[in-house]
């Protein structure tokens, strides 16, 4: 790859990408700075901070949308003459994803003054959001894949911390670990990949890699970086830990699970999709499909609100990723980033849904799961904000016209009809599981509108309910703005809008593509979703009662068996014979060494020094002897001398 770009200058770096990215870093040290005694104030200062960052990103989307890619380099580091550097790139796709997360993460961080101002550990959890923030958007305008590898790892870390914010709760500890665990396993092989990058093409810089230098390293380069996406964006067979994350609190869920993190690995996909060699991409669309279809069949089997947004996560990642592998990146990415607002809107949505709930329960000291939507109902007259703003989000995610996601949806449609089209009959296997997916989304949708909002009260009858405060629905008043057609494109059955032509003057179509080859596409897929809605709305009594689909055709229990539990025994095994045989023969050798040092101390103490003090007493002994035999005079020679003569003489005689 080529990139023909401009030198970033300095003025540019400072006055937009830098405030951009290190605020949010900055809002993450105060938030551990501020005392315990004033912990409060975070929930003031982390927003105020995320708000000039989106400002800057906003700002600097604005100047760059269309211009040609600009580069800063840095040198990082040297290692044997070779330098390693500081590789920021900015162009259309770079400046458009910045500006969404940026805008997302502020609006999680208002909403979180309101949702988490009971919590006891405000400044880990805003400290832990501005971190987050900051590697995300690194991901985002990193340059080279060394230092994006650096900002994935931190993700990975702040994403860990806030799935177990609540870590006293074991279900919230377990699915913080189930999430590290399964996101290092694909990260192994990301590095596996960075490895095979650097072989075959000597840099990681993304402007100076030449594809058709890498001979062979190519795919397996490719497949690396794939695997590094299955983890962080929860795809088959590693997306187990996506429904578990929801234990966490719910702007967590919006912020991490739904607009950004599992979105970093379809956003990596985006951006270096030359890399991948066309064996990779028809395994990436294989992928893609399993795991749209299982999240969407998935979701239609849960009756927990956001278990079944976790699942439609899941399902609409997997168009995306399908979309990468039908070699349509610029549909993939334009469905990621209207994906990232009107699914950001519908955790938050539920989220006020739970925490009125939860303090409605507090009051009348009643107790029920409230996220379970069988217990619910004829909540649309009790809030009925939140119930517009659950209806026009939910709409973008069914694809209903006149909705962003109904846009997003149909280039992804466009390009499956147009790569099956133009290859082998089985290609139209995978174009058709976008058509069922699309079928599924507003099955499993309206379901959860109707038992939540329209279907007759369960138990919720004497619960005094209440709008969430302002604070809260301020978000999702500009998230559902932003799930309405004209944020893609002023025509609402065209999306070759703005955002679009954006992206694909980076990422330019497949060959020979054009952007209606299917006039009749519009109006197929208007019949296609009144028709699923058709179904839902008659089939709105039945229940669901299918342990296949609650638990996702169990590919997660076997993941578990498989992968988890000889991981955990492993890790288990290598604890104990740490513990008992490596720990119990240290110490053993230590016990040794301790006792014979003893052992030679005594023996140096009262064999050795007793040796040498007795010679020594003897002297002295002796000494004083002859002393007092030389003081006594001639009177004491003489008896001593006569002494010794009889002594003698007696001897003799004897």
Same mark, same amino acid.
């Given at each position: ?11 540019? !770096? ?30 003031? &200062?982390?927003?105020?901070? !995320? ?87 690194? &991901? ?8 994006? $590898? ?30 590290? =665990? $399964? ?42 970086? !794939?695997? @590094? ?12 830990? =996506? ?31 030359? &890399? ?27 009756? +927990? ?54 303090? *409605? ?7 029920? +799961?409230?996220? +379970?939507?069988?217990?619910? @109902? ?5 809030? %009925? ?24 949806? #149909? ?23 976008? $058509? ?19 279907? #007759? ?6 619960? #005094? ?18 799930? !309405? ?24 179509? /497949?060959?020979? *593509?054009?952007?209606? %080859? ?11 979703? *009144? =028709? ?23 590919f997660d229990k076997v993941i578990h068996l498989s992968v988890e539990l000889p991981i955990n025994f492993l890790g288990n095994m290598t604890r104990r014979l740490d513990r008992k045989w490596i720990d119990g023969t240290l110490h053993t050798a230590a ?5 014979? /040092? ?14 040498? +003090? ?41």
């Amino acid at each position: 790859m080529t990139i023909s770009a401009q030198i970033l200058s300095a003025d540019t !770096l400072i006055s937009g990408v830098l405030p951009a990215l290190l605020l949010p870093l900055i809002s993450a040290i105060v938030c551990l700075i501020v005392s315990e005694k004033y912990g409060w104030v975070v929930a003031f &200062i982390s927003p105020l901070f !995320l708000l000039v960052s989106a400002a800057f990103a906003v700002y600097t989307c604005y100047h760059q949308l269309g211009s040609d890619p600009l580069i800063f380099n840095l040198t990082w580091f040297s290692v044997a003459g070779r330098e390693f550097d500081i590789n920021l790139l900015l162009n259309n796709i770079s400046t458009l994803m910045m500006s969404v997360v940026s805008v997302v993460s502020f609006l999680v961080h208002v909403y979180s003054i309101g949702y988490m101002a009971d919590d006891a550990a405000q400044r880990r959890y805003f400290s832990m959001l501005g971190l987050f923030t900051f590697a995300m958007l690194g &991901i985002v305008v990193s340059g080279n894949f060394l230092l994006l $590898f650096m900002f994935w790892e931190l993700v990975g870390f702040s994403s860990y911390m806030l799935i177990g914010h609540w870590y006293e709760k074991p279900e919230a500890a377990d699915a913080a670990k189930r999430a590290f =665990l $399964f996101n290092r396993l694909g990260d192994a092989g990301f590095v596996v990949g960075l490895m095979a990058i650097w072989s075959g093409y000597g840099t990681f810089n993304f402007a100076d890699i030449d594809i058709a230098n890498g001979g062979g390293w190519q795919i397996v380069a490719g497949i690396g970086v !794939l695997c @590094g996406v299955l983890g962080k964006s929860a795809q088959f067979p590693l997306f187990g830990w =996506l429904p578990k994350a929801m234990e966490g609190p719910t702007p967590v869920s919006a912020l991490i699970h739904a607009a950004t993190m599992v979105a970093a690995g379809v956003y990596l996909l985006d951006r270096v999709f030359w &890399i991948f060699a066309p064996p990779v991409l028809i395994t990436i669309a294989i992928i893609g499909a399993s795991t749209a279809l299982i999240g969407a069949c998935a979701a239609i089997g849960q009756h +927990d609100m956001k278990r079944i947004l976790a699942y439609s996560t899941m399902s609409q990642l997997g168009l995306m990723v399908m979309a990468v592998g039908m070699e349509a990146p610029f549909a993939s990415m334009l469905h990621l980033i209207t994906h990232a607002f009107f699914k950001a809107g519908l955790f938050l949505a539920a989220g006020c849904i739970i925490h009125t709930l939860h303090q *409605a329960q507090h009051h009348s000291r009643d107790s029920f +799961d409230v996220q +379970d939507i069988r217990n619910l @109902g004829g909540l649309r007259k009790r809030l %009925p904000f939140t119930f517009v703003a659950f209806l026009v989000c939910g709409s973008a995610l069914a694809g209903l016209p006149f909705f962003a996601g109904f846009l997003s949806k #149909e280039a992804i449609l466009e390009a499956a009809l147009h790569w099956a089209s133009h290859g082998q009959s089985w290609r139209w296997l995978l174009a058709g599981s976008a $058509f069922v997916v699309s079928f599924l989304t507003p099955i499993y949708t309206f379901r959860m509108i109707w038992k939540i909002f329209m279907d #007759e009260e369960v138990l919720t009858q004497n619960l #005094e309910i209440a709008e969430a405060p302002p604070v809260m629905r301020f978000p999702l008043l500009i998230l559902s703005i932003a799930s !309405l057609w004209f944020a893609v494109s002023f025509n609402p059955f065209d999306f070759n809008g703005w955002v679009f032509r954006n992206i694909s003057d980076f990422i330019p179509p /497949a060959a020979g *593509a054009s952007h209606h %080859p299917f006039p009749w596409l519009s109006f197929a897929s208007i019949f296609w979703i *009144a =028709l699923a809605l058709a179904l839902a709305y008659f089939s709105r009594n039945a229940s669901i009662r299918s342990r296949l689909l609650y638990e996702a055709f169990y590919f997660d229990k076997v993941i578990h068996l498989s992968v988890e539990l000889p991981i955990n025994f492993l890790g288990n095994m290598t604890r104990r014979l740490d513990r008992k045989w490596i720990d119990g023969t240290l110490h053993t050798a230590a016990y040794t060494y301790t006792i014979l /040092a003893h052992v030679v101390g005594w023996f140096d103490r009262f064999a050795i020094d007793g040796l040498v +003090d007795g010679v020594a007493w003897s002297a002295r002994m002796v000494g004083y002897s002859v002393r007092r035999f030389q003081r006594e005079g001639v009177q004491l020679y003489i008896f001593w001398a006569l002494f010794a003569i009889i002594i003698f003489i007696i001897w003799t005689l004897l």
